[in-house]
Structure formats: structure tokens, C-alpha cells
Nanobody, 122 residues
Framework: VQLQASGGGLVQAGESLRLSCAAS????????MGWFRQAPGKERQFVAA????????FDVDSMKGRFTISKDKAKNTVYLQMNSLKVEDTAVYFC????????????????WGQGTLVTVSS
């Protein structure tokens, strides 16, 4: 499975961004896709996940209402819509895919995209 993330950039606080993650290869083996982020000097943090079927989503309470994960089945692409961005959302955002395991745990994911940088200025 290959993952290609895109959509990062520099925005001001309060603005929005949509990240994309296109999956290719043996996608039939994927159970779920997730987004994680990692700020400088901090551990990788779970942001959201969605089952490959699109029927279930998982998110973090602190980001609920601002971040929304979705999937386009036809394009094998997962999106992370981020609204009302805050300075503390600044991080490298990674998409990942897992075949089985706990969706909130980075160690469960076998495949990772290259990361896309999101910078939110005040």
C-alpha cells in the first residue's frame, strides 16, 4: 500500500485547510485509514480515523467539531477537513493505513504517507 498525503500549507488562525491522502496498491487489505500529527519535540498524536468502508469514524474530543475525516471511495482518498485552525494545530500531519489493530494507536499502522506540514500563524 502506498499513501500520498497533500494539502498542507501556511494559514492564519481561524482559517481552514483540507488534507488529502490517496491510497494505492493493495488497498483491499486496509481496515482503516488514520491521520496523525507530530509537532516539534512532541510525540505523534492521533487525530482521526475512518474505516475503509467509510461506515465508521473515530476522532478526538478536543478536535471534534473542528476536524472532520471523510473518504471518497471512488478515488481511494481520505480527507481531513480542518476548520477554525489554531496555532497549536501546527504540526506535520501523516496519513496511515492499518490492516488490523487499534485505530488510535500509531503502532497499529503498517503503512505511512510522507507527511504534510501545516503551519498556523497567529
Amino acid at each position: 500500500v502506498q499513501l500520498q498525503a497533500s494539502g498542507g500549507g501556511l494559514v492564519q488562525a481561524g482559517e481552514s485547510l483540507r488534507l488529502s491522502c490517496a491510497a494505492s496498491g493493495r488497498t483491499f487489505s486496509i481496515y482503516a485509514m488514520g491521520w496523525f500529527r507530530q509537532a516539534p519535540g512532541k510525540e505523534r498524536q492521533f487525530v482521526a480515523a475512518i474505516t475503509w468502508s467509510g461506515s465508521n469514524t473515530f476522532d478526538v474530543d478536543s478536535m471534534k467539531g473542528r476536524f472532520t475525516i471523510s473518504k471518497d471511495k471512488a478515488k481511494n482518498t481520505v480527507y481531513l477537513q480542518m476548520n477554525s485552525l489554531k496555532v497549536e494545530d501546527t504540526a506535520v500531519y501523516f496519513c496511515a493505513a492499518l490492516k488490523s489493530g487499534t485505530v488510535v494507536s500509531a503502532s497499529s499502522y503498517e503503512y505511512w504517507g510522507q507527511g504534510t506540514l501545516v503551519t498556523v500563524s497567529s
